[in-house]
């Protein structure tokens, strides 16, 4: 899993434009973290996630948005508490009540 985020994200935007994201050794600011909080506002909105109840959408982009803040916060020498930071969030997701 750590891997996938040393290595390099790639993904393919919806105009069809290929996008590769690689880990940066610079420590992530505040400033990254609005903006990053802001981009999540936006993706949420454009994408109709619901507000209220089970909504796959927002799943998918708090999913997202979880695995970039360990990304930008817990890299470097500490990726081995990131990966354990990100089981135990999804194992708390899993078992919450629905």
């Known amino acids: 899993m750590w891997d996938a985020w040393t290595l390099g994200r790639e993904w393919t ?8 994201q690689y880990v940066s050794s610079t420590p ?8 990053l909080q802001e ?9 109709l996630a619901r507000e209220t109840g ?6 998918e982009l708090y999913s997202q948005t979880f ?3 360990i990304r930008q916060v817990i890299g470097g020498p500490c990726r081995r508490r990131g990966l354990r930071v990100r089981a135990a969030g999804r194992r708390g997701v899993q078992r919450a009540p629905g």
């Open 28 to 35: 992530a600011t505040r400033l990254d973290v609005i903006t």
């Open 39 to 47: 981009e999540l506002d936006r993706k949420l909105q454009q994408r």
């Open 54 to 59: 089970i909504c796959p959408v927002r799943e």
């Open 67 to 69: 695995d970039e803040l």
């Open 13 to 20: 935007a919806e105009d069809g434009q290929l996008w590769v």
